[in-house]
């Protein structure tokens, strides 16, 4: 029996990807441009499997909706799961992820953007190409001495810290579960986050989103923290509560800030939009900083992030078919 994938919120680049890697598994693959959403769903019926990505919404309606159109696995192409009802699913509809495509890409990404808010690069870069070559607003700091203060140090977090390790920088860390040996090995420091707010001159976001973990730098958050500190974020928009942010931003508490992600991007990123208004008065406060850098989720955007991506979701996929183990099956965890 030949397995009907829909896959939904398909890009050029995704297509182009999964149609090289299902080279050897042969599935049947329909791509739909659009969200997972309840208007949508009939597109389902006849799949055995939907595949879908970080803005996709796989709630309990549409988890109920899925299941009734005869759906049997939930394939995500990313690692994060929050998008997904898994109490929902649980029982009704198995659901595996991508659990590590390419932690470099994102380790690389966030230290560009650590040099690029520090240095001043897309500002320069807007001056000279208007004729303008002063350097007045323009002085960056020495990475070399200076405390990075990193919250969650799974996989990307421990590449980002050998990086920024050599550059001479001090790192502290939080992390509910820490790695002691890892620590140990690489000269870093667990902290509590109260100390790490203190301390640190660059703080960045690297823990999965959790009820915990929402808004997990807001007001209180930010008054903790260094004046002037250099935010972060290349992990789940929801980290950061954008108005406080903002807030910080406009007294000069924090400095500047590299977001990749943002509390309410699933209208705007991976979307062209640059022929409609911009309807998010927060998202066009954001854009209108100097000091600040967001880009669209691109951080796990390489070739060789996109080659994982495809392989793992068509080996989770080809698991489920055969009925092997499933390594990368996320399931519900009921509160303790």
């Known amino acids: 029996m030949n397995v009907k994938v829909a896959f939904y919120d398909a890009k050029p680049y995704d297509q182009e990807s999964f ?52 759906v049997k ?34 380790a690389e990404y ?31 700091f020495d990475m070399y001495g200076k405390t990075v203060g990193i919250i969650g140090t799974g996989r990307i977090a421990k590449i980002l810290i050998r990086i920024v390790r050599g550059f001479g920088m001090n790192v502290i860390a939080y992390d509910a579960y820490p790695d002691l040996e890892f620590a140990e ?10 100390e790490l707010y203190r301390d640190s001159d660059i703080i960045s976001l690297h823990c999965p989103l959790t009820d915990q973990t929402r808004h997990i730098i807001d007001e209180e958050a930010i008054g903790k923290m260094k004046d002037g500190v250099m935010i972060i974020n290349t992990g789940r928009g929801k980290l950061i509560q954008t108005e406080a942010l903002i807030e910080g931003l406009k007294s000069k508490k924090v400095s500047s800030a590299g977001l990749d992600v943002y509390e309410e991007e699933a209208k705007y ?4 939009r640059s022929d409609y208004v911009m309807d998010d008065d927060t998202l066009a406060r954001l854009l209108s900083f100097h000091n600040v ?15 994982n991506i495809a392989t793992t979701t068509l080996q989770n996929i080809c698991d489920y078919k055969n009925g092997h183990a499933l390594t990368n099956e996320v399931k519900f965890q009921s509160p303790r």
């Open 19 to 70: 149609d090289e890697a299902n080279r050897h598994f042969g599935f049947d693959i329909r791509y739909y441009k659009g969200h997972l959403h309840l208007n949508n769903i009939e597109l389902t019926k006849g799949a055995d499997v939907v595949c879908i990505f970080v803005n996709d919404e796989a709630n309990a309606e549409v988890i109920d909706a899925l299941v009734a159109n005869g």
């Open 293 to 307: 850098i967001l880009t669209s989720h691109q951080a796990f955007f390489t070739k060789e992030a996109l080659t």
């Open 73 to 106: 696995l939930l394939a995500l192409r990313c690692a994060g799961y929050n998008n997904v009802d898994l109490k929902a699913a649980d029982g009704k509809l198995r659901v595996v992820r991508v659990p590590a495509y390419s932690p470099y890409a994102v």
């Open 185 to 194: 090995a690489h000269q870093i420091k667990y902290v509590s986050l109260d």
């Open 269 to 272: 990123f991976y979307e062209d």
């Open 110 to 140: 966030t230290m560009a953007l650590m040099l690029s808010l520090n240095r001043h690069v897309p500002r320069a870069t807007w001056r000279t190409k208007d004729g303008n070559f002063a350097l007045h607003g323009l002085m960056g």
